[in-house]
């Protein structure tokens, strides 16, 4: 089985400004990949940005970037140059042979 | 391209009625998933079809919900009967299966409301 846990319900950012959302996740597995996607309100969820578990490069999308840690299972979401459009409630997940394991997600807001 | 629909986007029916939701995925994806959603929570895994194999259904409820992909094409979800705990968004997803990297698509959702 895999897990996913996202422990910050809830986080906040001033515009402009870089935040860093947290998630650790459990699995037996070697191969598998790991995902951000947001999901504003009231619409779909999209990919924010992706990171292959073979690679040890840190993914990077624009103002997206991850910090992976493969041995401690951590995947953290850096958002620099947070914008008012930023504000979404993120969701860290796992995929391992089509299986997908999602967190609770966190709620950012970004304060002009 | 078109993305993954979901319809309807919104349904209010009585506890005990049937719902039907419907899904057609992105052309080419041959995995399909549908997910539940709570509000304020993550999506979790109600089944995943393989083309028209629905290859993990562990989670699915199965004495009120069923769910077909006929063609291994478009996917219908449905309850019956309803109950006011299945008030949520069932959200329908579609990805590659070889050759992607598991990015998963999803459409609007289709939210529940059970009285």
């Known amino acids: 089985a895999q897990t996913v846990t996202q422990s910050q319900p809830e986080m906040s950012v001033q515009e402009a400004e870089t935040v860093t959302l947290s998630c650790t996740y459990d699995?037996?597995?070697?191969?598998?990949?790991l995902f951000w996607y947001k999901q504003p309100p009231s619409r779909q969820m999209i990919l924010v940005i992706r990171q292959e578990a073979y690679k040890q490069q840190n993914a990077t999308e624009n103002r997206f970037s991850v910090n992976f840690q493969k041995a401690a299972k951590s995947f953290s979401l850096k958002i620099s140059d947070s914008q008012l459009g930023d504000a979404a409630m993120y969701f860290c997940s796992i995929t391992n042979a089509g299986k997908s394991t999602f967190g609770d997600g966190t709620t950012l807001t970004v304060k002009p | 391209e078109a993305g993954v629909v979901q319809s309807p986007r919104y349904k209010i029916i009585e506890k005990k009625q049937p719902v039907a939701f419907w899904c057609n995925p992105i052309?080419?994806?041959?995995?399909l998933y549908w997910y539940l959603q709570n509000l304020g929570q993550g999506p979790e895994l109600l089944i995943r079809?393989?083309?028209?194999?629905?290859?993990?259904d562990s989670q699915l409820p199965k004495d009120r919900f069923s769910a077909e992909r006929l063609k291994g094409v478009d996917s219908t979800l449905k309850i019956q009967p309803a109950e006011l705990g299945d008030s949520a968004v069932y959200l329908c997803a579609s990805s590659l299966l070889a050759g992607g990297t598991g990015e998963l698509f999803f459409g609007e959702g289709s939210r529940l409301t059970v009285l």
């Open positions: 052309s080419g994806h041959n995995t």
């Open positions: 699995t037996s597995e070697s191969d598998y990949y």
């Open positions: 079809y393989e083309n028209e194999e629905a290859v993990d």
